[in-house]
């Protein structure tokens, strides 16, 4: 795999726009007394490679029919690993997911807009059918402190 690192001023910009993803370049400008196109040309290069990306987040605790929970799942085939991170990842409920060290082999982050009755569909149905999926344990956000999460692709509107 080959590993990108990113330069300081990457790191500022970056951090600039996690703090502010709508900041004006002017204001980036002044905050890190560089050019307007170097700054423009550092991000554009951070979004061609895949390194950075500005989103839309949402608080969960601001929305009262949304859900969110972490679904840690065991996977019978660990030599299909990565085949079946795709699949989990590709579905319309879940932000991210990721193969992971100790009880579970993966777990996942899942965005429900729908209720209680959403994620039961989801994580009995949706998930188990996913081959290999022997067992999973879902752990609902009951209250959070900067959980923001971006909506993953497919879910209904809140």
Request: glycine content about 8%; charged content about 25%.
């Amino acid at each position: 795999m080959n590993k990108t690192i990113l330069d300081a001023l990457d790191n500022e910009i970056i951090q600039l726009l996690t703090e502010d993803g709508r900041m004006p370049i002017g204001e980036m400008v002044k905050k890190l007394n560089i050019s307007a196109p170097t700054i423009r040309s550092r991000i554009k290069i951070l979004e061609e490679k895949d390194l950075f990306k500005v989103s839309g987040l949402v608080d969960p605790n601001r929305h009262p029919d949304m859900i969110t929970a972490l679904v840690g799942m065991s996977i019978q085939s660990k030599g299909q690993l990565d085949k079946i991170l795709d699949k989990i990842s590709s579905l319309p409920n879940v932000a991210w997911a990721g193969v992971v060290a100790g009880r579970y082999d993966i777990i996942a982050e899942v965005v429900c807009v729908g209720g209680k009755d959403e994620l039961y569909q989801l994580t009995t149905e949706t998930i188990l059918k996913i081959g290999n999926v022997v067992r999973s344990e879902t752990f609902i956000i009951m209250k959070s402190r900067q959980n923001w999460v971006g909506l993953p692709k497919g879910v209904g509107k809140i």
